[in-house]
């Protein structure tokens, strides 16, 4: 059971030593997505950091994903772990029940910046179609005020799907597509994503 096996950090790293042989110079991604953050599992706080400083050190990893509100200390603990490694990291909170107002979320873009993080990413629901706009408006406002360094935002479900064809005009720098099964709401088909976006941007 993988939801086990990531606690036996022998086997995640095995896990990871293989992708990088199949993957080869492919930017490798690693995430442990928190229950309290739309993930599988809960995870004590020393042994996510843990996780994420182990993984970093492999050599195996180019990026990890590390959820900005674990508490600041523990934030900056991993982001320099990460750098010394050679790492990046993308700094990320996720709203699975609301859209803040776009002040709200513009401070805690610019706080994650504010603590190292190579990109820092924010993920949004939207309880309306209103809740949309205020994540593309506070998208482009700390793109083009705020930002020394990429940015990622998405509006999830149904309502959100059109920031995740669209962020790129906006100033968001990545989106997410599914490969077979949505890990978020709203993620669209990777062969979907990649038409959408080719048609935006042919006409650039």
């Not at 995640?12 to 599992?41: D, H, N, W």
């Not at 990890?64 to 990046?88: P, R, S």
């Not at 993920?123 to 205020?134: F, G, R, S």
Request: hydrophobic share 40%.
């Amino acid at each position: 059971d993988w939801y086990e096996d990531i606690f036996d950090f022998e086997k995640v790293e095995e896990t990871a030593k293989q992708l990088r042989e199949v993957l080869g110079e492919m930017p490798i991604l690693f995430t442990f997505r928190t229950s309290k953050e739309g993930g599988e599992k809960a995870i004590e706080t020393p042994v996510y950091v843990e996780l994420n400083q182990k993984i970093s050190a492999t050599g195996y990893v180019d990026l990890v994903d590390m959820e900005a509100f674990t508490g600041d200390d523990i934030v900056k603990t991993i982001i320099d772990a990460a750098h010394k490694a050679g790492v990046k990291v993308i700094a990320s909170n996720h709203d699975f029940f609301k859209t803040p107002e776009k002040e709200e979320i513009i401070r805690r873009l610019r706080m994650m910046q504010d603590f190292g993080a190579d990109i820092p990413k924010m993920a949004v629901m939207p309880t309306c179609k209103q809740d949309v706009l205020t994540l593309l408006s506070a998208t482009l406002e700390m793109s083009e005020k705020y930002a020394d360094r990429p940015i990622i935002t998405m509006s999830m479900a149904g309502t959100g799907v059109v920031s995740r064809l669209t962020g790129e005009t906006f100033g968001s720098a990545l989106t997410f597509g599914a490969a077979s099964k949505a890990s978020a709401p709203g993620q669209v088909g990777v062969h979907e994503l990649k038409q959408v976006l080719d048609i935006i941007h042919s006409s650039l």
